[in-house]
């Protein structure tokens, strides 16, 4: 799959922002779209700082169109991703710290909250790829989502907000 350019994709949410979002696939919803001012260099490199970890370089060029985003949010505000700016992103991954440890923690970093499922989502460090933070599993048991956060943000906005990623792993699990 080829992935186009961050600002092409950043093109694309601002348009389903100015529109006012763009309806659900699969339901009556309306999902809306909110990117907030860009970070200011020193507003990165403090949470780099506060973070100690290293976040992919996609990501970074993110926060400096918008410091966080909210994805495809419905009215109740129970679908959705919100993804976090340089402020919110300690707070995320410091709630994760807190359930699982430090240690357990250490290649990964929380980036994102999953409106609805009271998951999140997390980059592996190492690798810069996207994982789905499932609450009930450990990080070792975590799924890829994508493998980079320019690839996420693809598939997320060509599943019109869908989250494609439960949708493969229920598609793919056999029937009980």
Avoid: C
């Amino acid at each position: 799959m080829e992935v186009p350019t961050l600002q092409n994709l950043l093109g694309r949410l601002r348009r389903l922002q100015v529109r006012g979002g763009t309806p659900a696939t699969t339901t009556n919803d309306w999902y809306e779209v909110h990117l907030f001012p860009p970070a200011r260099e020193s507003e990165i490199h403090s949470a780099l700082r506060l973070v100690n970890k290293p976040l992919p370089e996609d990501f970074k060029q993110f926060w400096r169109y918008t410091d966080g985003a909210n994805l495809f949010v419905n009215e109740s505000g129970l679908h959705g991703v919100g993804v976090a700016s340089t402020e919110l992103l300690i707070d995320l991954h410091q709630e994760e710290i807190e359930v699982y440890g430090d240690t357990t923690l250490e290649d990964y970093v929380v980036f994102a909250r999953v409106n609805g499922s009271g998951d999140f989502l997390v980059f592996h460090t190492p690798t810069g790829r996207v994982l789905d933070g499932i609450h009930a599993e450990q990080p070792e048991e975590w799924r890829v989502v994508a493998n980079s956060f320019n690839e996420w943000l693809h598939a997320f906005i060509e599943a019109g907000g869908r989250y494609y990623w439960i949708e493969e792993l229920y598609a793919s699990s056999p029937p009980a």
